[in-house]
């Protein structure tokens, strides 16, 4: 048993392991009870681009929380994790995951495995949904903060340069080449940058110009229930009308595909992280209702 400790949160208990036997970086931090036992089920945290464990502000409120309903938190270290998302993609990510939940299931018998998305980590949960060959192990996915990386990158003044040193890199056939500028403070290639900046691209899947029909093929594998929670304050959004009508459109395309017929949407206040207590106390309660509602039958 060992502590996860961040300066701003109390110590979490756990157990630290890696879980591919390749690659030793890949870590999971997998919460205990006060019995120091793991619960029944499991909750897998996935932050967004230079996040990682103990970096969301919930972390440890969520962790306390869950505990009480028999499911412990699961935080991951990956390849992109904190500021290494600009050497890999979403289908990185999806391979990272699908060991991880390999692991869970078959090391430490996890009887649920619910998916925790903020940010990022909302478009990893539909990619590995839609990919992964253990998409079917999931047995929920909560989005929290699930906006368009396209549109906050349009308004960035450095955008412009940043998109024509990439596209002639790609050009060149140099996708893979550091860009001379960073983006949110880390390295990137060319190709992760033009998949976050483009349109219809792997990253680019909750961008409020998409119509139903192209939300559909992002949105339709999901077949378990799903709670999305978005900011009225999110710091990523340019144009908070135009969030509104695509996070409608969302919700319309899961209703109308989506198997379970469990599909909840709300708006919290709060900006993108929920980095203040009154913003992700209501958070972290309705992800427990949502769970005690629908998973613990």
């Not at 929670?229 to 109308?256: G, I």
Request: charged share 20%.
């Amino acid at each position: 048993i060992c502590t996860c400790i961040s300066a701003a949160m109390e110590p979490i208990p756990g157990v630290m392991s890696r879980f591919s036997e390749k690659d030793h970086h890949l870590l999971a931090f997998i919460s205990v009870n006060a019995k120091h036992m793991f619960c029944k089920n499991a909750v897998v945290l996935i932050p967004g681009l230079t996040d990682g464990m103990m970096t969301m502000s919930y972390t440890t409120a969520l962790h306390c929380e869950l505990l009480n309903i028999d499911y412990s938190l699961v935080q991951v270290n990956l390849s992109s994790s904190f500021y290494q998302f600009g050497f890999h993609s979403l289908h990185d990510d999806m391979e990272e995951l699908t060991q991880l939940v390999n692991f869970l299931k078959e090391k430490w018998r996890f009887n649920k495995v619910i998916f925790l998305g903020h940010s990022t980590g909302c478009h990893d949960s539909l990619y590995f949904l839609r990919y992964s060959s253990l998409a079917k192990s999931i047995d929920a996915v909560v989005l929290q903060g699930a906006v368009s990386d396209r549109d906050g990158i349009v308004v960035m003044k450095e955008t412009p340069s940043m998109l024509s040193e990439a596209k002639e890199l790609k050009q060149n056939g140099k996708e893979n080449k550091i860009l001379e500028e960073f983006h949110l403070g880390a390295p990137i290639t060319a190709s992760r940058f033009l998949s976050l900046a483009g349109r219809l691209t792997p990253d680019d899947m909750f961008s409020v110009d998409l119509s139903s029909d192209e939300l559909t093929p992002i949105l339709s594998p999901v077949q378990v229930p799903i709670l999305m929670c978005f900011s009225d304050k999110d710091d990523y959004v340019p144009d908070e009308t135009a969030q509104r009508n695509v996070a409608q459109r969302m919700t319309n395309v899961l209703k109308q595909h989506n198997s379970s017929g469990i599909v909840e949407a709300l708006y919290l206040h709060g900006n993108h992280g929920l980095s203040d207590k009154e913003f992700y106390e209501p958070f972290v309660e309705k992800v427990c209702i949502f769970i005690k509602s629908y998973l613990l039958k």
